[in-house]
């Protein structure tokens, strides 16, 4: 549960990271973020 917080929080991080530098990219790593949750 922790682990997966952190995670998310890692991976929060990384896309906002990501978006400063290549807004196209971070899209692609958004979607497939958000299509992971929904599989979950």
Known sequence: MITTMLGR?????GLA?????NP???VAIF???VI???LR
């Open 17 to 21: 990271d990501a978006m400063q530098k």
């Open 36 to 38: 992971g949750a929904l």
């Open 31 to 33: 979607k497939t973020f």
């Open 24 to 26: 196209m990219h971070s």
């Open 9 to 13: 929080g890692a991976a929060t991080h």
